[in-house]
């Protein structure tokens, strides 16, 4: 069934209306006229608090996005993705990364066939190696203890795992080094390896096909590296490497174990795989247990997002606050700051999550979009930012709406700093919301001349989400808040959230010129002149 333009639904008419009126009102008007608002405009879901009240919107505004909602059936498309429907329509699959961390007798069918069982036989093999190796149970090829865990992996088997490991850093088991390998730029190997001793170093190669060219090339350099150290002795492999993949048959030609090999499925797309075994990385840092906490969050927040009504559900809420900022108030990017130092990757998984996901021109039927779709996310941790480009959201000519995140208690008391860093936090938003007027800066007694540079427009909408502390838990509830709000986006744009042909097409591009830059024998190049002038240019500065 053909789904109706968006942009002809009657809510998004409306929409498109009621935009005229908001635009005339600024965010001090709208708190001056409902002295509760900012009380009034939050929502609580699974223990994280949001406070939607510094957004450019009203009580209209909430109900014309929630009948948008209702008209794109956002209600059935979240049962349908929570049912294992094949949502993915170009890849033809279910988007299941809710069973990841769904409890043990829950069922969920895809092709007729419960995978919840699947689910915790692989959690509970993930378990057992994670504890042997935290125990020291599991051993280097010439019995010593694995000290150093290296992943190699790249976009979705690399930025999860790095961002969670950072995130968790305070609960992980400090006597052992994580690193983390990505890029095929041999810097990235070399440096992250080259303190490391192979005989106490355990690879996790995580790669959901076990075909992408960044990460087999780090496998394989990964390889030599250690036999140097075992002097060619193949078996040592064995002990020094595993593997997390659905392709099990490229593991084993890779000569890792089959028992050493922990599985996923098709149904978890890459940026949606941190709770699968690609968490391989974040279970031996932070074991078995806080992982679990992680997976515990995670699905308070599913159940949340399934079952609570959309006027305080926070993925829905967050959503459509997106589609508002970007579809009406012409916003084209998110800044994500989060005031936790610990969060420090956050905004750079959140990039792929958002980005990956809603980077899309047509609709799922494949007709061009006439409206905008995923903004653009960027971010650094809070105070840092404040030193460089707040500056542009405060007083620049763009609209940049920002996610603030911010927790109650600090992992790491020290002095007074976490009151420092709540002060900031609420200050940016207050500063960003209300401004400051040229009466208010004269009154303070700039001259003249100043009073323009330090006049604040205001009226720039942010939203405050405040947890209690940054554990595993709420990670998870944290991730899995983007990863529906994302979703909710998606549906509202009628595009395909869970596909990426545009990094497919990366995939393939270098592939064809890799000969080129490295035959001996001058090429036959078929490019365009630039392309052509490169590779000329690149093989003589490298002497050929
Ligand atoms: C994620 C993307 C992409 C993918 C990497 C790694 O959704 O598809 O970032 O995760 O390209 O792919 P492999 O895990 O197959 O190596």
């Known amino acids: 069934m053909k789904t109706k333009p968006l942009t002809t639904l009657p809510a998004w008419k409306a929409l498109t209306r009621h935009r005229q009126a908001i635009e005339k009102l600024h965010l001090r008007e709208f708190f001056a006229q409902d002295k509760r608002r900012g009380e009034r405009f939050t929502a609580e879901g699974a223990g994280l608090h949001l406070d939607y009240s510094k957004n450019r919107i009203n009580a209209e505004t909430l109900r014309l996005l929630r009948q948008l909602a209702r008209e794109t059936d956002l209600r059935g498309k979240i049962a349908a993705m929570f049912r294992g429907d094949k949502i993915n329509s170009t890849e033809n699959r279910a988007v299941l990364h809710t069973a990841l961390r769904a409890p043990r007798n829950a069922v969920i069918r895809v092709d ?104 087999m090339t780090n496998a394989h350099s990964a390889r030599t590296w250690l036999l140097r150290a075992f002097r060619g002795e193949a078996k040592a492999v064995a002990r020094h490497f595993v593997a997390v993949s659905t392709n099990a048959e490229k593991v084993s030609e890779f000569g890792i174990n089959r028992a050493n090999t922990f599985g996923f499925w098709d149904w978890v797309g890459g940026r949606y795989s941190m709770n699968s075994a690609i968490g391989l990385s974040t279970m031996i840092a932070i074991g078995p247990q806080h992982f679990r906490a992680l997976l515990a969050g ?109 927790f109650a208690r600090p992992l790491t008391p020290l002095g007074r700093h976490h009151d420092l860093l709540l002060a900031n936090v609420f200050a940016q938003a207050e500063a960003l919301a209300f401004g ?108 050929k």
């Open 112 to 215: 007729g066939k419960n995978v919840v069982p699947e689910v915790h036989a692989v959690l509970n093999q993930m378990a057992d190696f994670a504890n042997r190796v935290r125990t020291g149970k599991w051993r280097g090829h010439t019995g010593r203890r694995i000290r150093n865990v290296v992943n190699i992996g790249i976009g979705g088997s690399d930025l999860g795992p790095v961002m969670a490991y950072e995130a968790l850093r305070h609960y992980s088991d400090r006597s052992r080094t994580f690193r983390f390998i990505s890029n095929v730029d041999g810097g990235d190997f070399v440096e992250a390896t080259r303190d490391l001793d192979p005989t106490e170093t355990l690879f996790i190669i995580s790669s959901k096909t076990f075909t992408t060219l960044e990460t």
């Open 298 to 406: 995670a699905h308070a927040m599913d159940e949340h997002f399934r079952t609570a009504p959309f006027a305080r559900n926070l993925p829905v809420l967050l959503g459509l606050l997106t589609v508002w900022n970007t579809n009406f108030l012409h916003a084209e990017t998110v800044a994500v700051l989060p005031y936790e130092n610990y969060l420090k990757r956050f905004p750079a998984y959140l990039q792929q999550l958002t980005m990956e996901s809603n980077g899309k021109h047509v609709t799922r039927d494949g007709q061009a979009v006439n409206y905008a779709t995923g903004p653009i996310f960027w971010g650094e941790p809070g105070t840092n930012g404040q030193h460089s480009f707040y500056q542009l959201i405060h007083q620049g000519t763009r609209l940049i709406p920002c996610d603030f995140i911010a």
């Open 436 to 543: 400051k007027t040229a009466v208010e800066v004269k009154d303070e007694g700039a001259p003249a001349a100043l009073v323009p540079h330090k006049v604040f427009s205001g009226n720039r909408p942010s939203n405050t989400i405040l947890a209690d502390k940054l554990t595993p838990a709420a990670l998870g509830k944290l991730v899995a808040l983007y990863e529906h709000s994302v979703f909710v986006q998606g549906v509202i744009w009628n595009i395909d959230s869970f596909d990426q042909w545009g990094v497919e097409l990366g995939k393939i591009l270098a592939q064809r010129i890799v000969p080129e830059l490295e035959s001996r024998t001058t090429p036959k190049l078929k490019h365009d002149s630039s392309t052509n002038h490169l590779i000329r240019r690149y093989r003589k500065m490298k002497g």
